[in-house]
């Protein structure tokens, strides 16, 4: 059975709001821009009367929440996540933002990543006394800070954030009004600060910070900590001297929204870049290029602008498509792919096309559409992808935990030409990748180890996305 979406897919989409009368509605505006960074539930908390009220549920932003829903959500400071599991199944239990009280104090946390040693620390925290109440190693930071309270609140920040090991951004509510986010001291996860007036946002991307009209501040440091309060912001740096900087490049490639800005680089501008690089590596002979949308379109741009070679949509994508309770049977095995995208026979017929990709995962979807492309006559198949290829698993938040789920660890590039069915299939280099991002010494910023297998923070055997739920 083809799946509706083998696209890699991330952990989660933060914001986070300190000081503003409509703190839960422009929440619910910050959460609606971040929506592709996670589609399985949705949850703001706000700051309200000493305490923390919130909403989550299961599915998209604006089914989860309703006008009355805000509306009850007064408060001037606020906290928003959408989720995309990578650690804990997919139930509202695991919902986030997480609420808890602790000594006539309530938190509610949010996290973007994946903590690598969460199942040994919880397993510690346990044999202490602890009780947790979901599977999700976000609730492991809450466990750790309220024991670390003896050290005060910032203290108690600071010797958290020193025991996890792994990708994380998180934001933080307090009952008193303040509004914290931590970043790892790799800086895996983008997470930034915006100001709206007199008031300071924290946001996963600045396309959110465009939407509720905040100004763009700067990116959170690796190991930053700022806390926003009611003297404006305060930063701490938790990072260790000599600890390497390792963004996660695939937010370049494929999961940030194009009108985000990491580094100084826009997103849209970087995968064009991408394909005109992809066009001087690995070129092509063809009648037209195309995306498979919306994927592959700003690199497709870029490989066309640089080749000469005409930019066409081939295949045109349905944006209306909502969930579906259906499944297709085997008889129906397309039927998942063709709900998406549906192609232009008459421009297709007889012609040799380059299709532009950005990562090859399972080869699946790829796989039934090339098949499809030749049974309407296309003469000719060429795949560039702009990415190398996908060869280790991610242990950091992106949804591929295993070596056995990725297509490019099983073979070589000719034999997945074969096996896709294509005429010719090319990789963008990873030296090519780390230039077109325009970033000063792109080597000492990335980590590339789904490409190169060089992880950057250790890892034990027993890390799986169900590790939580082993215990």
Known sequence: MIPFDERPREACGLFGIHGHPDASKLTYFGLYALQHRGQESAGIAVCQDKTIVGHKGMGLVPDVFEMHHLEQLSGLSAVGHVRYSTTGSSILGNAQPFFVRHQHRSYALAHNGNLVNAHTLKDELERSGSIFQTTMDSEVFLHLFVKNLKHGFEGALVETAKRLQGAFSFVLLTSEGEVVGIKDPNGF????????????????????????????????????????????????????????????????????????????????????????????????????????????????????????????????????????????????????????????????????????????????????????????????????????????????????????????????????????????????????????????????????????????????GALSKNCMEML
């Not at 796989?367 to 992808?385: D, N, P, Q, W, Y």
């Not at 990789?427 to 080597?443: F, Q």
């Open 189 to 460: 996860r983008p997470l930034c600060l915006g100001r709206l007036n007199g008031s300071y946002v924290l946001a996963s991307e600045t396309c959110a910070l465009d939407l509720v009209e905040a100004e763009f501040v700067r990116e959170l440091d690796p190991g930053e900590i700022v806390i926003i309060g009611e003297n404006g912001v305060k930063s701490i740096q938790t990072q260790p001297e000599g600890t390497k900087r390792t963004f996660c490049i695939f937010e370049f490639i494929y999961f940030a929204r194009p009108d985000s800005t990491f580094f100084g680089k826009n997103v849209y501008l970087t995968r064009k870049a991408h394909g005109r690089q992809l066009a001087k590596e690995a070129p092509a002979e063809a009648d037209f290029v195309m995306p498979f949308p919306d994927s592959g379109t700003y690199a497709a741009l870029g490989f066309s602008e640089a080749s000469g070679i005409p930019f066409e949509m081939g295949m045109i994508r349905n944006h209306y498509i909502g969930r579906t309770f259906i499944q297709p049977t085997q008889s129906m095995r397309d039927f998942g792919v063709r709900v998406k995208l549906n192609p232009v026979k008459e421009l297709l017929k007889g012609k040799d096309i380059v299709i532009i990709e950005d990562s090859i995962i399972r080869g699946t979807t790829v796989k039934t559409r090339v098949k499809s492309l030749r049974a309407l006559g296309v003469r000719h198949v060429h795949l560039r992808v702009s990415g190398p290829p996908h060869r280790f698993p991610c242990h950091y938040g992106i949804d591929f935990s295993t070596k056995g789920e990725l297509i490019a660890a099983r073979m070589s590039v000719e034999e997945l030409r074969k096996h896709l069915g294509l005429d010719s299939l090319a990789y963008l280099s990873l030296p090519g990748l780390l230039k077109s991002t325009g970033v000063e010494h792109p080597e000492n910023h990335f980590c590339k180890a789904c490409f190169d297998g060089c992880y950057p923070v250790d890892f034990d």
